[in-house]
């Protein structure tokens, strides 16, 4: 199994586009996804793939529209890519979307909001009998971004928001292979 990388991405030939791969009781699994276009594919992706079929059966047509049929980095057979959508129940969602009076589109984002206890069971979870959703898609305040600004949607949704890092007190005013705190004042070495 090789490392994560970032290669070159057919759909846009930005340099953003996330390689990985992952063993599967089928075999090696290779997937893309550009953080420019947001379009990603995987190796079951292939044109005559059963894959494939499930997926155009499951997809929304404005997906399946803008699919393109492109060899994959590295080469290979061709495969079909699609815009992407993500969904983060706590944080929100980042979706292809058309541009009214145009034959364009762009990715949209909106931002899962709180729902309040009392109100929780106006949103049951269809997938959970009996369980309901904590948070709701806030569909009144979206953002929207041009359709190679997908990184810039994921990043406005919070897909790259990291934790922070608690330092242990002694570290403060610390260096790492220093004897002490910096000197306040450059000059003083």
Do not use: H
């Not at 060899?71 to 061709?78: A, D, S």
């Not at 931002?111 to 009392?118: R, T």
């Amino acid at each position: 199994m090789t490392q994560d990388k970032l290669v070159n991405s057919p759909v846009c030939n930005s340099d953003a586009c996330y390689e990985s791969e992952f063993q599967t009781q089928d075999g090696l699994v290779k997937t893309w996804l550009c953080m420019t276009s947001g379009y990603t594919s995987n190796t079951t992706m292939t044109l005559d793939s059963e894959g494939l079929k499930q997926t155009l059966e499951l997809t929304a047509d404005m997906i399946k529209d803008l699919r393109l049929d492109l060899i994959p980095p590295g080469g290979g057979k061709k495969l079909a890519w699609f815009p992407t959508a993500i969904t983060m129940p706590e944080k929100g969602m980042v979706f292809p979307e058309p541009i009214k009076e145009t034959e364009d589109w762009g990715w949209t984002v909106v931002k899962a909001i709180p729902i309040p206890k009392e109100e929780q069971e106006k949103y049951p979870d269809p997938t959970n009998p009996g369980k309901f959703y904590k948070n709701r898609m806030d569909m009144k305040n979206l953002k929207r971004f041009d359709k190679l600004a997908f990184m810039d949607a994921a990043e406005e949704l919070g897909m790259f928001t990291k934790q922070p890092v608690r330092m242990p007190e002694n570290f403060k005013n610390t260096a790492v292979g220093s004897e002490g705190p910096y000197p306040s004042n450059p000059s003083e070495k």
